[in-house]
C-alpha cells in the first residue's frame, strides 16, 4: 500500500474512534518543504495553478479551516538533502524529499533510481503504491516516519549539448550530470563521466562546458532552459538511462494533531493531488514536451532497438551490483533482493488507474489540447470544475482502481463515522 501508518497505528496517534488529538475548531498549521520554487510551467500555466497551491486549497477547504498549510518552495525551509533530518526534527511536518540526496536514512528506496524501464510517471507511483507496506513501511516505522505518498517519475532521457549520441559507444568520453550513485554507476559503465551537479545548477555547467551532457525527465531541458546552453542541443531517446523517485514524507505522529475527520481528509486530498494527479499530470504534460522538442530547435535522436537491448544488459547487469551493494555497506543485501523481484514484478503486471482530469488553463493552445485529448487525457473545463470550482469536491470524490483501496479508506469505513464536510458536499450533489 501506498501511506505507512497502519490502521493501528491511527489509532495510537489519536485519532482512532474519535479519541485524541485536537478537538473543536482549533486551527493546525502544517508547514511543507518543497524543494522546486513554484513558477509558471513551459505552458504558461499560472505558478497558483501547480498541484501544491491545489492541495493546498483543497486541504483547507474540506477541513473547514482547521488545517493552515503553509508551503516554503525552493529549499526555503530545509536543503534537499536535509529533509528527513527536517522533518524528523519537526521543522517541517511534511517534505518533499528525494532520496539519492540523503540515502542512509532509507537505503532500500534507491531501487527506484536504478535504470528500471518504467514508461510513465503512474507506473512508478503504482509500482511504489503497492509494494510499499510489505517491503519498506516497517523501515520506516522504525524511523518514526511515515511516506505519505509519492510523485511518479518516468525513465530518464538524455541531453547533449553539442554530440549526437546514437548507441552505447557514443557515450565514451561524455561528461553527465548524475544524481547519486546509483546513477554514476551505470554511467561509468557506459564509458563517462559522472559529475554530481544539482538540476538547478546544470545549465551554467553545460553553458560553461563544465557538462555536455544531463540527464533527467522530458521536462528539463524546456523547464531549466538547458536548450540555449547546448545551442540547441540533442534529446536522446535510449530506452532510459536511470529513474527518479520523489517522496512526501512526513512524522508518524502528524497525526496526533489532527482530528480524525482531518486526518482522513489530509491522506486522501496528499494522496489525490501529488500522487494520483500529481503523476498523471506529469504523463499529460510529458505528451506535450515531446511535442515541443523540434520547436526549439532541438533534435530527438531516438535509438534503434538492437541499441536500446545494448543499453538494458548494461541496466540488467546494474541490478546485482545493487543488490551487493545493499548488502557490503548496510547488510540488507535479502531485502534488497526481494524488494528488487517485487518492483519489477509490479512493472510488469502495471495497468493505468483511473484518471484525474487535467487543468485546461494549463494548456491554451487548441493544437496542445487536441494532442492531449487524442491521447485519451481528460482536460475539459466542465471536468476541471467538477473538482476545483465553487461547487468542487477537491479530490475528496476520486474513486481508485478497482483493484486497490489505500488503508486510509479502509481505516475510515470501520470508524464508522461520517465525514462532515464530505458528506455535506455529497448531499447537495449527488
Known sequence: MLVAVTAAGLASAGCGGGGGGPVGNETVVLKYGAALPMMPGYFGSAASESSSYYWEDAVETVTEGRIDIEIYPSELLCKQEMAFDAVSQGIADIAWAVITYCRDWMPLETVFFLGLDMDCCEMTYQVHRNIYEEYLAQEYEKLGLTVITRLGREKLIVFTADKPVTKVADFEGLTIMSGGREMEHLISNLGALSVPVAYQDAYEALEKGM?????????????????????????????????????????????????????????????????????????????????????????????????????RELKREQYDWWVDWMEDEYGIGAQAQALLEAVLQEMEDFEPGNMAPGNPASYPDEALLQTLTDAGWIVDEESWQEVVGPDGHWGMDFVYDEDFEPWYEKWWDEQNMEHPWYENWKAQHQ
Open 211 to 311: 557538462l555536455n551532457a544531463a540527464m533527467l525527465d522530458i521536462t528539463a531541458p524546456f523547464l531549466f532552459h538547458w536548450f540555449e546552453a547546448g545551442d540547441p542541443g540533442y534529446i536522446i531517446d535510449c530506452g532510459g538511462i536511470g529513474n527518479a523517485d520523489a517522496l512526501y514524507i512526513a512524522r508518524e505522529d502528524l497525526l496526533n494533531k489532527l482530528r480524525p475527520e482531518d486526518a482522513y481528509a489530509l491522506m486522501k486530498l496528499t494522496d489525490y493531488w501529488f500522487g494520483v494527479s500529481g503523476s498523471q499530470g506529469s504523463d499529460r504534460s510529458n505528451v506535450l514536451y515531446w511535442e515541443e522538442i523540434g520547436k526549439v530547435g532541438m533534435e530527438l535522436i531516438e535509438w534503434t532497438e538492437p541499441a536500446k537491448e545494448e543499453l
